[in-house]
């Protein structure tokens, strides 16, 4: 596609539940970054990937938090066991790694609830 | 290691009055920088970047922003706030070192007042 795609662009779920969000980066974008951005705060990194590897997870919460990428492409973020502090946005971002300027182009973001 | 500090957290300007919010930086490799602006329930847009060419940089809508190295600092401008500049920018520090590393700032929310 011609953007950063994100899906479910909201999503209400219940204490306990789990939860995929869905990032598809712009074809061709090597590099993938997932970051959480909670209400009257910063953006949070989580993890990024190179390819379908992940040289940097620091910034994942907890190990209720994983992501994966198949394919170079379409990545997922899970959350086990939501929390109600797992309420945020978390945006998803790609660029191209040939051009080492750090620009990203970020998708919409997906909204979590947790009730 | 790299870092940045937004020193405003908020920032309100009267429509038709100068624009500055205010970005320092820290960083271990020679950094690009830059501004993105978030509108209400709105991805991330990218406003202006610097990336060693030259250092005063104009970006979309009427802004722009100065890399000073010796004051370590990428302050984002404009002459004349409009109504629809209202939203949350973020400065941005990226390393060219080893991997992709991207920093945010922690935001300045501009409000303008009619």
Request: proline share 4%; glycine share 10%; hydrophobic share 30%.
């Amino acid at each position: 596609g011609a953007g950063v795609s994100q899906s479910p662009s909201n999503k209400v779920t219940e204490k306990g539940k789990d939860v995929e969000l869905r990032c598809d980066p712009i074809s061709g974008h090597t590099a993938l970054y997932w970051y959480r951005q909670s209400l009257g705060q910063g953006l949070e990194f989580l993890i990024y990937f190179q390819g379908n590897s992940a040289p940097d997870k620091s910034g994942l919460p907890s190990d209720r938090f994983s992501a994966e990428r198949t394919g170079g492409s379409v990545s997922t973020l899970t959350i086990q066991r939501t929390q109600q502090e797992d309420s945020a946005v978390y945006l998803c971002a790609s660029n191209s790694a040939g051009v080492r300027t750090g620009e990203l182009f970020f998708g919409e973001g997906s909204r979590l609830t947790v009730l | 290691a790299q870092s940045v500090t937004q020193l405003d957290s908020h920032v309100s300007v009267s429509e038709g009055t100068p624009v500055l919010l205010r970005c320092n930086y820290s960083s271990s490799y020679s950094p690009s920088l830059f501004w993105y602006v978030q509108h209400p329930n709105k991805g991330l847009q990218l406003l202006l970047k610097y990336t060693s060419a030259a250092t005063l940089v104009k970006g979309i809508n009427g802004f722009e922003a100065e890399f000073k190295k010796s004051e370590t600092s990428f302050h984002l401008t404009k002459p004349s706030a409009h109504m629809s500049d209202a939203a949350e920018y973020f400065c941005v520090v990226s390393s060219s070192g080893g991997y992709q590393k991207v920093t945010f700032g922690t935001g300045t929310k501009l409000q303008v007042i009619p």
